[in-house]
């Protein structure tokens, strides 16, 4: 079991950043692949960003690649989402998700273990 919890969304005006963090337990989430999702209301769940446990392979969504970085600091077992120019369209509840195996993956059906997700809202 691994459990995950989302911390940093918030308000922001568009072309701002946000720093979401993605904590997990036990120390073995330090293993996982990471993804980080978003849903907004009335939309399906879409893939934002991945990363590998050794944090050196990841990918993006093209919507939002050159504007968001994943990173990882498995020493805090921490996952992070650097987000900048952020668009009122990008206006959802973030999840990161974790999945064993280490590797990465862009399908919300590869992942195991789900955090509570985190309101980001971006204003005009």
């Known amino acids: 079991q691994v459990w995950l919890v989302e911390s940093g969304g918030g308000l922001v005006q568009a072309g701002g950043s946000l720093r979401l963090s993605c904590a997990g337990s036990?120390?073995?989430?330090?293993?996982?692949?990471v993804g980080w999702f978003r849903q907004a209301p009335g939309k399906e769940r879409e893939f934002v960003a991945t990363?590998?446990?050794?944090?050196?392979?990841?990918a993006y969504a093209d919507s939002v690649r050159g504007r968001f970085t994943i990173s990882r600091d498995n020493d805090k077992n921490t996952v992070f989402l650097q987000m900048n120019n952020l668009k009122v369209e990008e206006t959802a509840v973030y999840y990161c998700?974790?999945?064993?195996?280490?590797?990465?993956?862009?399908?919300?059906?590869?992942?195991?273990?789900w955090g509570q997700g985190t309101q980001v809202t971006v204003s005009s």
């Open positions: 998700a974790a999945r064993p195996g280490g590797t990465t993956s862009d399908t919300p059906g590869a992942y195991d273990y």
């Open positions: 036990p120390r073995t989430f330090s293993s996982y692949g």
């Open positions: 990363i590998s446990w050794t944090g050196r392979t990841t």
